[in-house]
């Protein structure tokens, strides 16, 4: 049976705060991204995490990144790591930043060389907490799928992402979309959320779709600020297969809202700062 997510999950996720809640309590997400190229996925994983909810985000980015993502926000706690990319060099302090994190979210803007894509891939393997992969990080592990058993991860691709991670290519055809995203989410046993017109999210054995949206949300940051709200969920203490469906309605509803407004001038930003309203109960 295939669920349709539903504005109902938001109670799901977020319950009555104790009075004497205190900071960790929601918990503290860790971004991996950037590089010289890029510096904007980390920052809208991050401004996107906190609209989500969780209490605490600390990115840790090639250096020119890092200094450009510092001067975004106060909220962001930034970590300039040396060089322009990130390299093997890099894992002691990567595993080092996961220590007492709660979930991680790795891949924007880290781009694809093979220096990158090992990191990310020894990166993952030393790692035991939720991860959201995305973009760049798809790739490297579409060389190394194996990686993927055992762990709590949820993938989050485009279509092309998806076909460089499955060797399939999607349709337009949502039946075809839920099979194969559910047979490719079966085999490692993670969660995949495919992103479109209409999302489709399978952890391998439930099947979820996701309506929530706007034709206006092709700009570049709108996959971005997904990927971080579900990170902020997991990091929450929310499941895979939740978070997924979670963040799937709450970007698209997100966008919704901004576009209305918006139209042709809807921004990565203009989502993030409607997230708000998208999880309002």
């Avoid at 979930?103 to 993952?124: F, W």
């Avoid at 969660?191 to 054995?205: A, E, R």
């Amino acid at each position: 049976m295939v669920e349709v997510v539903r504005a109902s999950i938001l109670k799901k996720i977020y319950k009555k705060r104790n009075p004497w809640s205190r900071k960790y309590d929601f918990g503290h997400l860790l971004v991996i991204g950037g590089s010289k190229r890029y510096s904007g996925s980390p920052a809208f994983n991050a401004l996107a995490a906190l609209r989500a909810g969780v209490d605490l985000v600390t990115i840790v980015a090639p250096e020119r990144a890092a200094n450009i993502i510092a001067s975004f926000a106060p909220d962001l706690i930034v970590y300039p790591l040396d060089g322009d990319y990130l390299r093997r060099e890099h894992l002691d302090r990567l595993i080092e930043f996961t220590k007492n994190k709660t979930a991680v979210v790795i891949g924007g803007g880290i781009t694809r060389s093979r220096e990158v894509i090992k990191t990310v891939l020894e990166y993952l393997k030393k790692i035991d907490i939720p991860v959201v992969v995305d973009a760049d990080a798809i790739h490297a592990i579409a060389t190394k799928k194996e990686i993927l058993k055992d762990k709590k991860i949820v993938l989050t691709p485009h279509a092309y992402e998806f076909e460089v991670l499955s060797g399939i290519k999607p349709t337009t055809d949502l039946n075809y979309r839920i099979k194969m995203v559910k047979d490719v989410a079966a085999i490692p046993k993670v969660t995949v959320l495919l992103k479109g017109y209409i999302d489709v999210i399978s952890d391998g054995t439930k099947v979820a779709i996701n309506k929530t949206g706007s034709p206006f949300l092709t700009k570049g940051g709108m996959g971005d600020s997904l990927a971080g709200i579900c990170g902020a969920l997991l990091a929450r203490g929310n499941d895979c297969f939740t978070s997924a469906c979670a963040a799937a309605y709450i970007n698209g509803r997100a966008g919704e809202i901004a576009a209305k407004k918006l139209g042709e001038s809807l921004t990565a930003t203009d989502l993030i700062s409607s997230i708000p309203k998208a999880i309002k109960i």
